[in-house]
């Protein structure tokens, strides 16, 4: 689901989405052109995936081939930013453990992944997670990605569009009219 971008003037009365099936096999980069494809777009940029539990507490960054250096998927923070943010991040109806995930990962950070080197199936994704994913770092088309299915012998082919909802917004809204 493409998520709003009030900036780039898309606040859209209903959501807009793409299914997109694809291999397990394929590689988050093979998922980046699906999505790209499918929103028509046209002009590549920078873009970045982030793994997300069941809590939607982001475990790990997958990066553009080109962004990638092995570091932290993002800054440690120290304790005091953690309070700041953790308010903010994890609503009180979250179980404690949740917060103290966050604060772990927040403190120590895994090393980020390749995005062109890490297979769908290597992220071991369950139907309760999900996939945050930014294109264009600069513009920030955010978009949502749910794991509907999970199935086993998935096709070996390119990503499909196998359904849609909405009008893809212009890639350059100012520029593109």
Same mark, same amino acid.
């Not at 859209?12 to 980046?32: C, K, M, Q």
């Given at each position: 689901?493409?998520?709003?971008?009030?900036?780039? =003037?898309? @606040?859209?009365?209903? =959501?807009? $989405?793409?299914?997109? !099936?694809?291999?397990?096999?394929?590689?988050?980069?093979?998922?980046?052109?699906?999505?790209?494809?499918?929103?028509?777009? $046209?002009?590549?940029? *920078?873009? =970045?995936?982030?793994?997300?539990?069941?809590?939607?507490? *982001?475990?790990?960054? $997958?990066?553009?081939? &080109?962004?990638?250096?092995?570091? @932290?998927?993002? /800054?440690?923070?120290?304790?005091?930013?953690?309070?700041?943010?953790?308010?903010?991040?994890?609503? #009180?109806?979250?179980?404690? !453990?949740?917060?103290?995930?966050?604060?772990?990962?927040?403190?120590?950070?895994?090393? !980020?992944?390749?995005?062109?080197?890490?297979?769908? #199936?290597?992220?071991?994704?369950? &139907?309760? &997670?999900?996939?945050?994913?930014?294109?264009?770092?600069?513009?920030?088309?955010?978009?949502?990605?749910?794991?509907?299915?999970?199935?086993?012998?998935?096709?070996?082919? #390119?990503?499909?569009?196998?359904?849609?909802?909405?009008?893809?917004?212009? &890639?350059?809204? /100012?520029?593109? /009219?």
């Amino acid at each position: 689901m493409l998520l709003p971008n009030p900036p780039l =003037e898309f @606040e859209p009365e209903t =959501e807009v $989405y793409r299914e997109i !099936e694809i291999s397990g096999s394929s590689t988050l980069a093979d998922l980046h052109e699906g999505v790209f494809d499918a929103f028509d777009r $046209y002009d590549s940029h *920078a873009y =970045e995936f982030l793994t997300r539990d069941e809590h939607g507490i *982001a475990t790990r960054s $997958y990066v553009h081939p &080109q962004l990638y250096s092995g570091d @932290e998927s993002w /800054r440690p923070m120290d304790d005091d930013e953690i309070d700041r943010f953790l308010e903010h991040a994890i609503p #009180d109806s979250e179980p404690e !453990e949740a917060r103290e995930r966050f604060r772990e990962l927040r403190k120590h950070p895994p090393k !980020e992944g390749n995005a062109a080197r890490t297979t769908i #199936d290597e992220l071991e994704l369950d &139907q309760s &997670q999900t996939l945050f994913y930014e294109f264009d770092l600069g513009d920030g088309w955010e978009h949502h990605i749910k794991i509907e299915e999970i199935w086993e012998g998935s096709p070996d082919d #390119d990503p499909v569009v196998v359904e849609k909802q909405g009008e893809a917004p212009p &890639q350059y809204p /100012r520029r593109d /009219r």
